[in-house]
Protein backbone atom coordinates (compact mmCIF):
# COMPACT_ATOMS: atom_id res chain seq x y z
CA UNK A 1 0.00 0.00 0.00
CA UNK A 2 0.92 3.31 -0.99
CA UNK A 3 0.15 6.99 0.68
CA UNK A 4 2.50 8.91 -0.72
CA UNK A 5 1.85 11.45 -3.51
CA UNK A 6 0.71 10.17 -6.76
CA UNK A 7 0.74 11.78 -10.32
CA UNK A 8 -0.12 10.55 -13.72
CA UNK A 9 -0.40 7.13 -12.47
CA UNK A 10 -2.05 4.67 -14.78
CA UNK A 11 -3.88 1.41 -13.63
CA UNK A 12 -6.18 -1.27 -14.96
CA UNK A 13 -9.19 -0.49 -12.93
CA UNK A 14 -9.26 2.40 -10.52
CA UNK A 15 -11.83 2.79 -7.81
CA UNK A 16 -12.96 6.38 -6.21
CA UNK A 17 -13.91 5.53 -2.30
CA UNK A 18 -12.93 3.69 0.15
CA UNK A 19 -16.29 2.79 1.47
CA UNK A 20 -16.68 -1.19 2.33
CA UNK A 21 -18.27 -1.37 -1.06
CA UNK A 22 -14.83 0.18 -2.59
CA UNK A 23 -12.04 -2.06 -0.71
CA UNK A 24 -14.45 -4.93 -1.93
CA UNK A 25 -14.45 -3.83 -5.84
CA UNK A 26 -10.76 -3.35 -5.42
CA UNK A 27 -9.97 -6.76 -3.82
CA UNK A 28 -12.75 -8.25 -6.69
CA UNK A 29 -10.90 -6.89 -9.12
CA UNK A 30 -7.46 -7.41 -8.19
CA UNK A 31 -7.88 -11.11 -7.07
CA UNK A 32 -9.30 -11.44 -10.90
CA UNK A 33 -6.35 -10.59 -12.16
CA UNK A 34 -6.35 -6.80 -12.50
CA UNK A 35 -3.76 -4.32 -11.59
CA UNK A 36 -5.99 -1.94 -9.31
CA UNK A 37 -5.63 1.87 -7.39
CA UNK A 38 -8.06 2.20 -4.73
CA UNK A 39 -8.13 6.26 -4.37
CA UNK A 40 -9.70 7.53 -0.90
CA UNK A 41 -10.28 10.78 -0.19
CA UNK A 42 -10.11 11.00 3.56
CA UNK A 43 -7.55 9.25 5.72
CA UNK A 44 -9.33 5.98 6.72
CA UNK A 45 -10.97 2.71 4.98
CA UNK A 46 -14.41 1.59 5.23
CA UNK A 47 -16.51 4.14 4.82
CA UNK A 48 -19.43 3.45 7.44
CA UNK A 49 -18.74 -0.11 8.36
CA UNK A 50 -15.74 1.20 10.49
CA UNK A 51 -17.06 4.69 10.88
CA UNK A 52 -19.45 4.35 13.40
CA UNK A 53 -22.18 1.69 11.80
CA UNK A 54 -20.83 -0.95 13.62
CA UNK A 55 -24.00 -2.85 13.97
CA UNK A 56 -25.09 -5.07 11.09
CA UNK A 57 -28.43 -4.31 9.04
CA UNK A 58 -28.32 -7.46 7.59
CA UNK A 59 -31.75 -8.24 7.02
CA UNK A 60 -31.94 -12.02 5.88
CA UNK A 61 -29.16 -13.65 6.26
CA UNK A 62 -29.33 -16.36 3.60
CA UNK A 63 -28.01 -13.70 0.85
CA UNK A 64 -25.29 -12.67 2.57
CA UNK A 65 -22.38 -14.37 0.12
CA UNK A 66 -19.12 -13.56 -1.20
CA UNK A 67 -17.13 -10.94 -0.03
CA UNK A 68 -19.78 -9.84 2.60
CA UNK A 69 -19.81 -12.99 3.95
CA UNK A 70 -16.23 -13.48 3.63
CA UNK A 71 -16.52 -10.04 5.88
CA UNK A 72 -19.01 -11.93 8.66
CA UNK A 73 -16.14 -14.85 8.73
CA UNK A 74 -13.20 -12.38 9.10
CA UNK A 75 -15.18 -10.79 12.37
CA UNK A 76 -16.28 -14.53 13.57
CA UNK A 77 -12.34 -15.47 13.26
CA UNK A 78 -10.97 -11.97 15.14
CA UNK A 79 -13.03 -12.68 17.73
CA UNK A 80 -13.53 -16.35 18.42
CA UNK A 81 -17.23 -16.46 17.84
CA UNK A 82 -19.22 -19.19 16.22
CA UNK A 83 -19.48 -17.91 11.92
CA UNK A 84 -22.75 -16.34 11.92
CA UNK A 85 -22.98 -14.53 14.78
CA UNK A 86 -22.90 -11.08 12.68
CA UNK A 87 -23.29 -8.52 15.13
CA UNK A 88 -21.09 -6.08 13.74
CA UNK A 89 -17.14 -5.29 14.85
CA UNK A 90 -15.89 -2.74 16.64
CA UNK A 91 -14.88 0.24 14.28
CA UNK A 92 -11.18 0.01 14.65
CA UNK A 93 -11.41 -3.71 13.81
CA UNK A 94 -13.70 -3.32 11.10
CA UNK A 95 -10.76 -1.33 9.44
CA UNK A 96 -8.11 -3.50 10.06
CA UNK A 97 -9.27 -6.67 8.05
CA UNK A 98 -10.48 -4.27 4.94
CA UNK A 99 -7.36 -2.87 5.46
CA UNK A 100 -5.34 -6.64 5.26
CA UNK A 101 -7.79 -7.46 2.17
CA UNK A 102 -6.11 -5.22 0.26
CA UNK A 103 -2.36 -6.67 -0.71
CA UNK A 104 -1.88 -5.66 -4.08
CA UNK A 105 -3.54 -2.83 -4.66
CA UNK A 106 -2.07 0.57 -4.30
CA UNK A 107 -4.19 2.71 -1.96
CA UNK A 108 -3.93 6.36 -2.17
CA UNK A 109 -4.91 8.60 0.85
CA UNK A 110 -6.08 11.90 0.96
CA UNK A 111 -7.29 11.99 -3.26
CA UNK A 112 -10.44 13.92 -3.11
CA UNK A 113 -11.52 14.15 -7.03
CA UNK A 114 -11.22 17.17 -8.82
CA UNK A 115 -12.35 16.38 -12.07
CA UNK A 116 -12.94 14.07 -14.81
CA UNK A 117 -11.68 13.63 -18.10
CA UNK A 118 -14.42 11.95 -21.28
CA UNK A 119 -14.62 11.98 -24.76
CA UNK A 120 -16.93 10.41 -26.93
CA UNK A 121 -18.52 8.50 -23.09
CA UNK A 122 -14.99 7.27 -22.08
CA UNK A 123 -13.86 8.27 -19.10
CA UNK A 124 -9.79 8.48 -19.98
CA UNK A 125 -8.41 10.51 -16.60
CA UNK A 126 -9.61 11.33 -13.82
CA UNK A 127 -8.03 14.22 -11.47
CA UNK A 128 -7.47 14.27 -7.62
CA UNK A 129 -5.97 15.95 -5.05
CA UNK A 130 -2.99 13.82 -5.37
CA UNK A 131 -2.49 13.68 -9.05
CA UNK A 132 -3.77 12.43 -12.26
CA UNK A 133 -5.08 8.72 -12.84
CA UNK A 134 -6.01 6.57 -16.15
CA UNK A 135 -7.30 3.57 -15.95
CA UNK A 136 -9.52 1.06 -18.55
CA UNK A 137 -12.45 0.92 -16.32
CA UNK A 138 -13.54 2.94 -13.27
CA UNK A 139 -15.82 2.09 -10.25
CA UNK A 140 -17.42 5.27 -8.46
CA UNK A 141 -17.63 3.32 -4.84
CA UNK A 142 -18.11 6.76 -3.14
CA UNK A 143 -21.37 7.54 -1.16
CA UNK A 144 -21.94 10.75 -2.85
CA UNK A 145 -21.37 9.67 -6.61
CA UNK A 146 -18.86 12.39 -7.24
CA UNK A 147 -16.93 10.43 -9.96
CA UNK A 148 -20.21 9.45 -12.05
CA UNK A 149 -21.50 13.13 -11.95
CA UNK A 150 -18.00 14.60 -13.07
CA UNK A 151 -18.10 11.97 -15.78
CA UNK A 152 -21.27 13.35 -16.89
CA UNK A 153 -23.57 10.32 -16.60
CA UNK A 154 -27.32 12.12 -15.22
CA UNK A 155 -28.76 11.23 -11.89
CA UNK A 156 -31.33 12.43 -9.05
CA UNK A 157 -30.89 13.33 -6.06
CA UNK A 158 -33.71 13.08 -3.50
CA UNK A 159 -37.24 11.79 -3.03
CA UNK A 160 -39.24 11.78 -6.52
CA UNK A 161 -43.18 11.79 -6.37
CA UNK A 162 -45.65 9.19 -5.97
CA UNK A 163 -46.66 9.36 -9.58
CA UNK A 164 -43.14 9.05 -11.32
CA UNK A 165 -42.59 5.09 -10.78
CA UNK A 166 -45.92 4.48 -9.56
CA UNK A 167 -45.12 4.10 -5.88
CA UNK A 168 -46.93 3.99 -2.69
CA UNK A 169 -44.29 5.37 -0.36
CA UNK A 170 -42.85 8.03 -2.51
CA UNK A 171 -43.05 11.51 -1.90
CA UNK A 172 -44.05 13.63 0.32
CA UNK A 173 -45.94 11.67 3.60
CA UNK A 174 -48.45 12.43 6.37
CA UNK A 175 -47.97 12.78 9.74
CA UNK A 176 -47.94 9.45 11.17
CA UNK A 177 -47.80 8.52 15.12
CA UNK A 178 -44.58 6.24 16.21
CA UNK A 179 -41.41 6.20 18.29
CA UNK A 180 -39.40 8.44 16.03
CA UNK A 181 -42.40 11.47 16.87
CA UNK A 182 -42.69 14.14 18.83
CA UNK A 183 -46.17 13.89 20.84
CA UNK A 184 -48.83 16.49 19.93
CA UNK A 185 -48.82 19.99 20.67
CA UNK A 186 -44.93 20.60 20.91
CA UNK A 187 -44.80 24.09 19.28
CA UNK A 188 -41.86 25.13 17.24
CA UNK A 189 -43.19 28.97 17.11
CA UNK A 190 -41.29 31.77 18.50
CA UNK A 191 -42.09 35.59 18.23
CA UNK A 192 -38.86 35.33 15.50
CA UNK A 193 -40.23 32.56 13.73
CA UNK A 194 -39.48 28.74 14.51
CA UNK A 195 -36.73 27.42 16.57
CA UNK A 196 -33.47 25.74 15.61
CA UNK A 197 -33.32 22.11 14.34
CA UNK A 198 -36.94 22.61 12.37
CA UNK A 199 -36.94 22.82 8.70
CA UNK A 200 -39.06 26.08 8.07
CA UNK A 201 -40.05 25.81 4.69
CA UNK A 202 -43.22 25.34 2.68
CA UNK A 203 -44.28 21.80 2.37
CA UNK A 204 -45.37 20.11 -0.95
CA UNK A 205 -48.81 18.28 -1.30
CA UNK A 206 -49.07 14.76 -0.02
CA UNK A 207 -47.23 12.06 -2.24
CA UNK A 208 -45.54 14.94 -4.10
CA UNK A 209 -41.71 14.74 -4.58
CA UNK A 210 -39.34 17.44 -3.54
CA UNK A 211 -35.87 16.41 -3.83
CA UNK A 212 -35.82 15.67 0.33
CA UNK A 213 -32.95 13.32 1.36
CA UNK A 214 -33.15 11.19 4.67
CA UNK A 215 -31.36 12.42 7.47
CA UNK A 216 -27.51 12.54 8.07
CA UNK A 217 -25.98 12.03 11.48
CA UNK A 218 -22.90 10.85 13.38
CA UNK A 219 -23.50 6.71 14.63
CA UNK A 220 -21.35 7.33 17.98
CA UNK A 221 -19.36 4.70 19.26
CA UNK A 222 -20.17 4.71 23.10
CA UNK A 223 -18.69 2.84 26.24
CA UNK A 224 -18.98 2.69 30.04
CA UNK A 225 -15.60 1.48 30.73
CA UNK A 226 -13.54 3.30 33.15
CA UNK A 227 -10.95 4.85 30.71
CA UNK A 228 -13.77 6.44 28.02
CA UNK A 229 -13.95 9.97 27.24
CA UNK A 230 -16.08 11.91 29.09
CA UNK A 231 -18.29 14.45 26.57
CA UNK A 232 -17.47 17.73 26.97
CA UNK A 233 -18.75 21.39 26.09
CA UNK A 234 -17.77 21.82 22.22
CA UNK A 235 -16.24 26.18 22.10
CA UNK A 236 -19.46 28.01 20.70
CA UNK A 237 -22.34 25.58 22.52
CA UNK A 238 -25.51 27.50 22.62
CA UNK A 239 -27.96 26.14 24.78
CA UNK A 240 -30.18 28.23 23.66
CA UNK A 241 -30.24 26.05 20.27
CA UNK A 242 -32.24 23.20 22.54
CA UNK A 243 -35.74 25.16 22.74
CA UNK A 244 -37.17 22.68 21.15
CA UNK A 245 -35.86 19.53 23.55
CA UNK A 246 -37.43 21.51 26.68
CA UNK A 247 -40.12 22.44 25.18
CA UNK A 248 -40.56 17.95 24.38
CA UNK A 249 -39.49 17.15 27.37
CA UNK A 250 -42.24 19.69 29.52
CA UNK A 251 -44.70 17.88 27.30
CA UNK A 252 -43.47 14.62 28.66
CA UNK A 253 -43.91 15.93 32.08
CA UNK A 254 -47.03 17.48 31.96
CA UNK A 255 -48.32 13.77 30.25
CA UNK A 256 -46.66 12.01 33.39
CA UNK A 257 -44.35 10.56 30.94
CA UNK A 258 -40.64 10.29 32.44
CA UNK A 259 -37.89 9.37 29.49
CA UNK A 260 -34.74 7.22 29.84
CA UNK A 261 -31.69 7.73 27.98
CA UNK A 262 -32.10 5.08 25.50
CA UNK A 263 -35.50 6.89 24.65
CA UNK A 264 -33.15 9.70 22.93
CA UNK A 265 -30.43 7.63 21.78
CA UNK A 266 -29.52 3.86 20.95
CA UNK A 267 -27.80 2.45 24.29
CA UNK A 268 -27.50 -1.59 23.82
CA UNK A 269 -24.24 -2.68 24.27
CA UNK A 270 -24.49 -4.41 20.67
CA UNK A 271 -20.51 -4.63 19.60
CA UNK A 272 -17.55 -6.60 21.18
CA UNK A 273 -16.57 -5.80 24.07
CA UNK A 274 -19.42 -3.97 25.71
CA UNK A 275 -19.52 -0.51 23.00
CA UNK A 276 -22.34 0.79 21.70
CA UNK A 277 -23.47 1.83 18.31
CA UNK A 278 -25.23 5.01 19.04
CA UNK A 279 -28.37 4.92 16.85
CA UNK A 280 -31.04 7.49 16.36
CA UNK A 281 -33.79 6.54 18.73
CA UNK A 282 -36.82 8.89 19.05
CA UNK A 283 -37.92 12.04 17.79
CA UNK A 284 -34.93 14.11 18.70
CA UNK A 285 -31.98 12.23 17.91
CA UNK A 286 -28.20 12.29 16.36
CA UNK A 287 -30.03 12.65 12.95
CA UNK A 288 -30.09 15.92 12.34
CA UNK A 289 -33.37 17.02 10.49
CA UNK A 290 -33.34 20.54 10.00
CA UNK A 291 -33.03 20.26 6.26
CA UNK A 292 -29.20 20.78 6.54
CA UNK A 293 -28.02 18.00 4.32
CA UNK A 294 -30.71 18.63 1.56
CA UNK A 295 -27.80 20.44 -0.21
CA UNK A 296 -25.15 17.78 0.58
CA UNK A 297 -24.92 15.57 -2.55
CA UNK A 298 -24.45 18.23 -5.25
CA UNK A 299 -22.44 20.78 -2.51
CA UNK A 300 -18.83 21.84 -3.65
CA UNK A 301 -15.86 20.77 -1.53
CA UNK A 302 -16.20 23.88 0.84
CA UNK A 303 -19.59 23.53 1.20
CA UNK A 304 -19.71 19.92 1.99
CA UNK A 305 -17.05 20.46 4.69
CA UNK A 306 -19.59 23.66 6.18
CA UNK A 307 -22.63 20.74 6.09
CA UNK A 308 -20.00 17.83 7.92
CA UNK A 309 -18.91 20.24 10.69
CA UNK A 310 -22.67 21.00 11.34
CA UNK A 311 -23.52 17.80 12.07
CA UNK A 312 -20.47 17.38 13.89
CA UNK A 313 -21.30 19.78 16.07
CA UNK A 314 -24.58 19.09 16.38
CA UNK A 315 -23.32 15.88 17.52
CA UNK A 316 -21.37 16.76 20.20
CA UNK A 317 -24.04 19.25 21.57
CA UNK A 318 -26.26 16.79 21.22
CA UNK A 319 -24.72 14.42 23.80
CA UNK A 320 -23.36 17.81 26.20
CA UNK A 321 -26.89 19.20 26.37
CA UNK A 322 -27.92 15.66 26.84
CA UNK A 323 -25.85 15.07 29.83
CA UNK A 324 -25.80 18.33 31.83
CA UNK A 325 -28.76 20.71 31.04
CA UNK A 326 -30.81 21.11 34.29
CA UNK A 327 -34.22 20.82 31.63
CA UNK A 328 -33.10 17.09 30.55
CA UNK A 329 -35.32 14.98 33.25
CA UNK A 330 -32.67 12.75 35.10
CA UNK A 331 -33.13 9.97 34.00
CA UNK A 332 -31.87 11.04 30.67
CA UNK A 333 -29.38 12.47 32.35
CA UNK A 334 -27.68 9.75 34.72
CA UNK A 335 -28.65 7.69 31.80
CA UNK A 336 -26.01 8.68 29.14
CA UNK A 337 -23.88 10.45 31.63
CA UNK A 338 -22.71 6.44 32.10
CA UNK A 339 -21.12 6.45 28.73
CA UNK A 340 -18.67 8.05 26.72
CA UNK A 341 -16.30 8.16 23.64
CA UNK A 342 -14.20 4.91 23.58
CA UNK A 343 -10.39 5.40 23.84
CA UNK A 344 -9.31 3.30 21.25
CA UNK A 345 -12.15 4.89 18.32
CA UNK A 346 -11.34 7.83 16.14
CA UNK A 347 -8.55 8.99 18.32
CA UNK A 348 -7.78 11.56 14.92
CA UNK A 349 -10.96 13.14 14.61
CA UNK A 350 -11.57 13.66 18.17
CA UNK A 351 -13.98 10.51 19.34
CA UNK A 352 -16.57 11.24 16.91
CA UNK A 353 -16.48 8.86 13.77
CA UNK A 354 -14.38 9.88 10.71
CA UNK A 355 -17.46 9.50 8.45
CA UNK A 356 -20.67 11.18 8.17
CA UNK A 357 -23.49 8.61 7.62
CA UNK A 358 -24.93 9.44 3.84
CA UNK A 359 -27.56 7.74 4.14
CA UNK A 360 -28.29 8.96 0.25
CA UNK A 361 -26.22 10.83 -2.06
CA UNK A 362 -26.89 10.94 -6.13
CA UNK A 363 -28.54 7.74 -7.54
CA UNK A 364 -27.59 7.12 -11.11
CA UNK A 365 -29.93 7.16 -13.89
CA UNK A 366 -28.77 3.69 -15.26
CA UNK A 367 -29.81 1.06 -17.23
CA UNK A 368 -32.41 -0.28 -15.04
CA UNK A 369 -34.04 1.82 -12.47
CA UNK A 370 -34.76 -0.13 -9.39
CA UNK A 371 -38.03 0.57 -7.91
CA UNK A 372 -40.33 -0.58 -5.62
CA UNK A 373 -42.18 -1.99 -8.40
CA UNK A 374 -39.43 -4.59 -8.04
CA UNK A 375 -39.48 -5.66 -4.50
CA UNK A 376 -43.12 -5.09 -3.65
CA UNK A 377 -45.51 -6.75 -3.47
CA UNK A 378 -43.52 -10.04 -4.72
CA UNK A 379 -39.94 -9.75 -5.85
CA UNK A 380 -39.53 -9.69 -9.76
CA UNK A 381 -37.03 -11.63 -11.35
CA UNK A 382 -33.62 -10.08 -12.86
CA UNK A 383 -32.30 -12.66 -15.28
CA UNK A 384 -28.87 -10.03 -14.87
CA UNK A 385 -28.91 -10.65 -11.23
CA UNK A 386 -25.10 -9.67 -9.74
CA UNK A 387 -26.28 -9.79 -5.41
CA UNK A 388 -29.73 -9.87 -3.41
CA UNK A 389 -30.98 -7.40 -1.46
CA UNK A 390 -33.24 -8.42 1.81
CA UNK A 391 -33.49 -5.44 4.54
CA UNK A 392 -36.63 -3.54 4.95
CA UNK A 393 -37.33 -0.65 3.06
CA UNK A 394 -35.99 1.91 5.23
CA UNK A 395 -36.33 5.83 4.72
CA UNK A 396 -35.83 7.25 7.42
CA UNK A 397 -36.65 11.16 8.42
CA UNK A 398 -36.45 13.59 5.69
CA UNK A 399 -37.20 16.44 7.71
CA UNK A 400 -38.55 18.59 10.83
CA UNK A 401 -41.25 20.84 10.24
CA UNK A 402 -44.82 21.60 11.61
CA UNK A 403 -48.56 22.32 10.88
CA UNK A 404 -51.44 24.09 12.89
CA UNK A 405 -53.05 21.42 15.36
CA UNK A 406 -56.41 21.59 14.37
CA UNK A 407 -57.87 19.53 16.78
CA UNK A 408 -56.77 21.29 20.09
CA UNK A 409 -59.79 23.19 21.62
CA UNK A 410 -57.23 26.28 20.44
CA UNK A 411 -55.50 25.60 17.37
CA UNK A 412 -52.04 25.30 17.75
CA UNK A 413 -48.95 24.72 16.28
CA UNK A 414 -47.29 21.28 16.38
CA UNK A 415 -43.94 20.21 15.17
CA UNK A 416 -43.25 16.27 13.67
CA UNK A 417 -40.91 14.32 11.65
CA UNK A 418 -41.62 13.68 7.88
CA UNK A 419 -40.65 10.89 5.84
CA UNK A 420 -40.32 7.92 7.96
CA UNK A 421 -41.77 4.38 6.44
CA UNK A 422 -40.62 0.84 7.26
CA UNK A 423 -41.63 -1.82 5.11
CA UNK A 424 -40.64 -5.47 5.39
CA UNK A 425 -39.59 -7.02 1.94
CA UNK A 426 -38.57 -10.48 0.70
CA UNK A 427 -35.38 -10.99 -0.75
CA UNK A 428 -34.94 -9.51 -4.03
CA UNK A 429 -32.79 -9.68 -6.77
CA UNK A 430 -30.39 -6.54 -7.66
CA UNK A 431 -29.47 -6.50 -11.21
CA UNK A 432 -26.21 -5.99 -13.01
CA UNK A 433 -28.17 -3.07 -15.22
CA UNK A 434 -28.60 -0.88 -12.17
CA UNK A 435 -25.07 -0.08 -11.61
CA UNK A 436 -23.90 0.28 -15.15
CA UNK A 437 -24.96 3.78 -16.95
CA UNK A 438 -26.30 3.41 -20.01
CA UNK A 439 -24.43 3.02 -22.87
CA UNK A 440 -24.64 6.29 -24.44
CA UNK A 441 -23.79 8.22 -21.36
CA UNK A 442 -20.30 6.23 -20.33
CA UNK A 443 -19.04 3.08 -21.30
CA UNK A 444 -16.54 2.51 -18.52
CA UNK A 445 -17.83 3.13 -15.41
CA UNK A 446 -19.31 0.99 -12.43
CA UNK A 447 -21.73 2.68 -9.75
CA UNK A 448 -22.46 -0.35 -6.88
CA UNK A 449 -23.18 2.08 -4.33
CA UNK A 450 -25.08 5.40 -5.94
CA UNK A 451 -26.64 2.50 -7.93
CA UNK A 452 -29.64 3.20 -10.52
CA UNK A 453 -32.46 3.09 -7.95
CA UNK A 454 -35.89 5.08 -6.88
CA UNK A 455 -35.30 6.77 -3.74
CA UNK A 456 -38.17 4.04 -2.01
CA UNK A 457 -35.97 0.79 -3.34
CA UNK A 458 -32.30 2.85 -2.76
CA UNK A 459 -33.80 2.86 0.82
CA UNK A 460 -33.53 -0.97 1.19
CA UNK A 461 -30.39 -1.26 -0.90
CA UNK A 462 -28.54 1.30 0.66
CA UNK A 463 -26.95 -1.48 2.96
CA UNK A 464 -23.59 -1.75 3.74
CA UNK A 465 -23.85 -5.58 3.33
CA UNK A 466 -25.28 -5.06 0.03
CA UNK A 467 -22.73 -2.30 -1.03
CA UNK A 468 -19.86 -5.16 -0.36
CA UNK A 469 -21.47 -7.03 -2.73
CA UNK A 470 -22.53 -5.05 -5.30
CA UNK A 471 -18.91 -3.55 -4.84
CA UNK A 472 -17.45 -7.16 -5.58
CA UNK A 473 -20.02 -7.51 -8.68
CA UNK A 474 -18.54 -4.47 -10.05
CA UNK A 475 -14.74 -5.20 -9.17
CA UNK A 476 -15.06 -8.78 -11.38
CA UNK A 477 -17.01 -7.28 -13.78
CA UNK A 478 -13.98 -3.94 -14.07
CA UNK A 479 -11.43 -6.67 -14.57
CA UNK A 480 -13.14 -8.84 -17.22
CA UNK A 481 -14.34 -5.16 -18.92
CA UNK A 482 -10.35 -4.69 -19.32
CA UNK A 483 -9.37 -7.99 -20.25
CA UNK A 484 -12.00 -8.83 -22.93
CA UNK A 485 -11.57 -4.71 -24.30
CA UNK A 486 -15.10 -5.06 -24.02
CA UNK A 487 -17.55 -2.22 -23.04
CA UNK A 488 -18.79 -2.02 -19.14
CA UNK A 489 -22.32 -2.83 -21.25
CA UNK A 490 -20.86 -5.42 -23.24
CA UNK A 491 -19.65 -8.12 -20.27
CA UNK A 492 -20.51 -11.32 -20.67
CA UNK A 493 -23.16 -11.48 -17.51
CA UNK A 494 -23.29 -15.61 -17.47
CA UNK A 495 -19.52 -15.10 -17.32
CA UNK A 496 -19.74 -12.54 -14.70
CA UNK A 497 -22.19 -14.89 -12.37
CA UNK A 498 -20.28 -18.13 -12.79
CA UNK A 499 -17.16 -16.03 -11.10
CA UNK A 500 -19.35 -14.44 -8.64
CA UNK A 501 -21.40 -17.84 -7.80
CA UNK A 502 -17.33 -19.52 -7.30
CA UNK A 503 -16.92 -16.78 -5.40
CA UNK A 504 -19.43 -17.83 -2.85
CA UNK A 505 -21.91 -15.14 -4.36
CA UNK A 506 -25.68 -16.00 -3.54
CA UNK A 507 -27.53 -14.64 -6.69
CA UNK A 508 -31.27 -16.33 -5.89
CA UNK A 509 -32.72 -18.39 -3.44
Not at 365 to 394: C, F, N, W
Amino acid sequence: MNDAESAGVTAEVVVYGGTAGGVCAAVAAARAGAQVVLLEPGQHLGGMVSGGLGYTDLGDSRVLGGLGREFMLAIAEWYGVPPGHYAGPEPHVAERILTGWLDGVDVIFGSRLTGATVADGIITAVSTTTGDYRAGVYVDASYEGDLMAAAGVPYDVGRESRSKYGESLAGRREFAPGKHQFPPFVSPLTDDGVLPLVHDRPLVEVGAGDGGVMAYGYRVCLTRAADRRPFEQRPGYDPAEWELARRWFAVLRQNGVEPAAGDVIGLVPNLPNAKCDGNSIGPLSLSLLDGTNWAYPDAAPDDRERIRQQHEDYTRDFLWFMTTDPDVPKAVRDGLSEWGLPADEFADTGGIPHQLYVREGRRMLGEYELTQKDLLPRPVTQYDAVAMGSYHIDIREIQRTWSVAYEHPDPVASVFNEGYASVAVAPYQIPYRSIVPRYDDCRNLLVPVCLSASQVAFASVRMEVQYEMLGQAAGIAAAQAVSTGRTVQQVDVRRLQDDLAAAGAVLSL
